[in-house]
């Protein structure tokens, strides 16, 4: 089936077949004229990523589904969020309310504390506590790994040192021109590019010899180019410089990751990946290392 007919059956437009693609939820056959040719099981997961995608449901959380044998415990996931966000809403409703009447600002602190802030995910708390440039590189890099709730002990000691490390390198030690370049940069990016980009990480960690196989010619043209003196002459080499000195001489790896795999199980587990992934990529790369 031609894409126009299949927009027509699955009641959806060009763009969003199109993107869904892209995502690596379907996989149409190319003909040899170039055309798409959707087939009966094509139609069938369209319908199912619209019905899904009408519930609120995220591409992440999509790709869990359609990948997952046992579709009703995923879905039973998606559904306790769903239930702790409108538990949330509905907390922060009767305290608008409460605002309204008499508008206690005490009253509100004392009520958020004692019933609001409890529904908060980590990735909540933390781009409450920094917002801005800096609460946005924290949401990039590290967003997909935050929507669990502090439910330990040893998770709220993780999540204060990872808050006090935070909140004195911000006064202290974060390099003005570093900061400059993460607010306006970051701040451009909307809600979907962060999710965009935290899922192709996601996906090259999960795959990394496929996705190095897809996109071998483009990974070895990134590596000539950073090799170059076009790019080392770039304000994104110096950017990068600064960041990387940044990590290294303040406690980065020691303070904040070692905290966050404490604070998150899921960030724990990508970690291990990401050096099983590293080796690998440097067996196929040797020269990296000299970059």
Do not use: W
Request: aromatic share 10%.
């Amino acid at each position: 089936m031609l894409i126009k007919d299949v927009c027509r059956e699955c009641n959806l437009t060009k763009k969003a077949v199109e993107y869904y693609e892209r995502q690596g939820l379907i996989s149409p056959r190319i003909e040899n004229n170039g055309y798409r040719n959707y087939t009966d099981e094509d139609i069938s997961r369209l319908k199912e990523i619209g019905v899904l995608r009408k519930l609120g449901i995220s591409i992440a959380e999509i790709k869990d589904i359609l990948a997952s044998s046992n579709k009703s415990a995923v879905l039973a996931r998606i559904k306790y969020k769903m239930d702790l966000e409108i538990e949330k809403a509905r907390a922060k409703k009767k305290c608008l309310e409460r605002l309204m009447k008499d508008y206690d600002i005490e009253q509100a602190i004392a009520y958020i504390e004692a019933d609001i802030e409890k529904h908060f995910t980590i990735k909540e708390k933390l781009l409450q506590a920094f917002p801005g440039g800096y609460g946005m590189y924290l949401g990039v890099h590290f967003g997909q790994f935050l929507n669990g709730k502090i439910d330990t002990e040893e998770k709220e000691r993780a999540y204060d040192k990872i808050v006090a490390y935070l909140d004195k390198i911000q006064e202290t030690e974060f390099p003005e021109e570093l900061k400059e370049f993460l607010d306006e940069g970051l701040g451009q990016l909307e809600e979907a590019d962060m999710q965009k980009i935290n899922l192709s990480i996601i996906d090259s960690v999960n795959n990394i010899d496929g996705y190095i196989e897809k996109n071998k010619e483009v990974i070895e043209k990134y590596l000539e180019y950073i090799n170059s003196d076009e790019y080392k002459n770039s304000p994104a080499y110096k950017m990068k410089q600064l960041l990387l000195k940044f990590k290294q001489e303040n406690g980065y790896y020691d303070i904040f990751i070692e905290n966050l795999k404490i604070l998150s199980d899921s960030y724990r587990e990508y970690f291990e990946k990401l050096q099983a992934v590293n080796k690998v990529f440097l067996d196929k790369y040797p020269h990296v290392d000299d970059i």
